[in-house]
């Protein structure tokens, strides 16, 4: 295990549709992160898991975004009733608690809504 | 308070150039400033990284430079390469989580 990984790498999908996005974090790492990235724009923080526990959530996570990490391994973001705006590459990073807590990205997932 | 601010947008060197890419902050709270380099199709790369107690830190060919009382940094490729060619993002940590700028999409010629 080398790094994060993600699956899948690109979604199409039409509007009103349910997604689901899996997140591999390195296996040492305890804490895992979801963000949404736009194109010309920085990674925005959705949601943050330390081992199981869903420690913080955005604003930007509506109620129609969920995340899960049932077992403080991997982790999966679902977004129901998916909508145009929900374009956009979600990118899952993970990193060890601690002072500086470093954080190691994963490829990302683009989602197309149509 | 919590935006990170980063100019320019692009930038274009040649090569053996040295490209500056500055960020400003508002938060005084935020204690930890990365930077990452981000390749199309790919997830951003951890490159260099900061605390607000260092004024400068060198890694290889990256520096960043710290002002705290001025509430900006930067960051400086030395002897850039057309492999530089990225986009570049900086990064503050508030609390637990991240607030990344906007990115500068740099292109060194060859």
């Known amino acids: 295990d080398t790094g994060v990984s993600q699956d899948p790498r690109h979604k199409i999908t039409k509007r009103g549709q349910n997604v689901t996005f899996r997140c591999d974090p390195i296996?040492?790492?305890?804490?895992l992160y979801w963000y949404r990235q736009t194109l010309g724009q920085g990674p925005e923080f959705l949601t943050y898991?330390?081992?199981?526990?869903?420690?913080?959530k955005s604003r930007l996570l509506s109620d129609r975004f969920s995340a899960e990490r049932p077992k403080g391994s991997f982790s999966t973001l679902e977004i129901q009733r998916t909508e145009q705006g929900d374009s956009a590459m979600y990118l899952c990073?993970?990193?060890?608690?601690?002072?500086?807590?470093?954080?190691?990205f994963g490829p990302g997932t683009r989602l197309t809504v149509l | 308070q919590q935006q990170v601010k980063q100019s320019p947008q692009s930038l274009i060197v040649q090569k053996g150039g040295i490209p500056i890419i500055n960020c400003a902050y508002e938060?005084?709270?935020?204690?930890?400033f990365p930077w990452y380099q981000q390749f199309p199709g790919k997830g951003p790369a951890l490159l260099i990284a900061?605390?607000?107690?260092?004024s400068e830190k060198k890694e290889g060919r990256f520096t960043i430079s710290f002002n705290k009382s001025a509430k900006q940094f930067s960051l400086h490729i030395m002897d850039s390469q057309p492999g530089d060619s990225a986009t570049y993002f900086c990064?503050?940590?508030?609390?637990?989580?991240?607030?990344f700028g906007p990115g500068t999409r740099l292109s060194v010629l060859p």
């Open positions: 990073a993970s990193s060890l608690a601690g002072i500086y807590n470093e954080q190691f």
């Open positions: 296996s040492e790492h305890n804490r």
């Open positions: 898991f330390q081992n199981e526990a869903q420690l913080e």
């Open positions: 938060n005084t709270a935020f204690d930890y």
């Open positions: 900061i605390r607000p107690d260092v």
């Open positions: 990064a503050a940590r508030g609390g637990q989580n991240f607030v």
